[in-house]
């Protein structure tokens, strides 16, 4: 009963939020990738290699923090 209650909210609610959403956000949208903001970074560390500049990064596992929700708890 859930997952058809979650079906229709979200089938309400999804053109409104996609319009709300940035144009570079992409990855978990439908129809968009993650392939152009890898290639943009790659070209950047590759970049930074040529100038033998530092460049920090930081990446996130968000799976790791939300797949470890126990939901039967809830």
Known sequence: MSKVLSSIILSRIKAKLDQSLRKHQAGIR???SCIVQINTL?????LMKE???TLPLV????STAFDSIQRDSI
């Open 59 to 62: 990446f996130v596992d968000y």
């Open 30 to 32: 439908s129809n968009r």
């Open 51 to 53: 100038w033998h500049s």
């Open 42 to 46: 790659r070209i950047i560390v590759e």
